[in-house]
């Protein structure tokens, strides 16, 4: 009978055990989602748009700073108001940037702008098409010519006229030529009224329209734009867009906040088949000289472009980000060598225009007529490679292979011999551990995952006390 309970007290263990586990696969699923960055072909052709600094709309298109609104809700009484802007521009800080924490300091600082508020004027010409007015303000006034008389429909004095323009356009509107005529209704006025120019201050740019501040590219290749100013000294990085001044290449910010400086700076960087190296000059350079301490000073130029199909093994995916030439002589007497009795190592600055993830290689093609891949790794926005042999090199890469799902024909061969694959059929219970994951071995627990550990205890600890206290009650009975 003790034992019989004491095996019931197990069972009971057991259950409480299984009870406080989760499923397993529960948490498995991958949470959150990678976003992707389109091109929106409605914001533009795809050449660069020409840009004028000053106004541009929100498209980047040129923009002469006038909007123009028309109301038509009275067909015989156009109103078409134009507004004119015009930026009342400020002094810029003359703060030295390279002071301040969060702006990148690798680039060079110049173009500054500073909008204070905008002047807008306003008028408005209503054009009458008909429009009907009273028959208080008309008379009729008769002329004759040439032995005939003719009457003319016309304000009854000047008063009623000046009472009219003013209903219609304002204090200090005037009016072209306006002519009156007669209807089976009553009379009609056509002709136009202009209103008087009116100024105004506004601290906010028009909805749809930006003010330009922009910089010719140069040399540059690698732009960056921020705000800031004295009073807060907050300072925000904005975007940058492309276009052209002319026929020279720009890029430029849009101004969407008055009152604050903004600043574009410049800088090149290392670009598919544009590569900068890291030489002995304190920037890198497209070219220039490498000092070993081996007694070795490397010198590094653009080169030609090499043969791919000269390199056995080289992926048909393969793309080039620049080809250069490494020439290598005696620090002491100048002398040339081919080839050194040490490796050296070189430093590509990675390009900025290559995207992440993928995998590096330098393609040489030695003076002795054999061609080499040389591994680089990328670390710390530098591609690295050594060799002992100098000639003419090609950094090339290619994009990292997606995973693939194993087939089941390739699970079968990949089973150990004498292994046998568990069948979750048999049990309905067994949790779905790797339905739906790309890798092949099963999900385990491990062993130095704790994290159900005090379930597992306290689980335990019940179950031996319900025995205990069985065992107890049958001592009492005997």
Known sequence: MRL????????????????AIPALGANLAPQGSIGKTTYDSSTGEAEPVAVTPGWVTDKGASWDGTVEKTDDTDTTKVAKTTYTYTVVEGTPSSM?????EGIDKTYTYGERALVNKLNVTSQTVYN????????TLVDKETSDGNGETSSTLVFKDKDTQDTFIKNIGGEGATAGVLTIESTTNGYTVTGTITSKETEATEATLPDGYGYVIATTKGDNNDFKAYTYDDGSAL?????LEEGKIGDDAAVYAKLTTLGVTYVIGGKTSSVANGLLFDTDSTADQAAGKVTFDEGYTATIAKGDALDK???EGLSEDAKSAGAFSIAVTLTSTGANRTETESALTFKIARPIDVAEGVTWYI???????TFEIIPATEAGGYITFS????????LVYTAAAAAEDPTEEQQQEEQQPGEQQPDDSQDPATPEIN???SDKSPTVVKSGDNSMMPIVVVSLLLALCAGSVAVYKEKKTL
């Not at 095996?7 to 409480?16: E, K, P």
């Not at 009458?128 to 028959?135: A, C, E, G, N």
């Open 235 to 239: 300072l925000n990085e904005v975007a």
């Open 128 to 135: 009458l098409d008909k429009y009907k007015v009273s028959d």
């Open 387 to 394: 060799t002992s042999k100098f000639s003419t090199f090609e």
């Open 96 to 100: 030295d940037l390279l002071v301040r």
């Open 4 to 19: 019989r309970k004491l095996v019931l007290s197990a069972g009971l263990a057991v259950t409480l055990v299984a009870s």
């Open 309 to 311: 199909t000269k390199f």
């Open 363 to 369: 393609l040489a093609a030695h003076t002795d007529g």
């Open 435 to 437: 339905k739906g994951r």
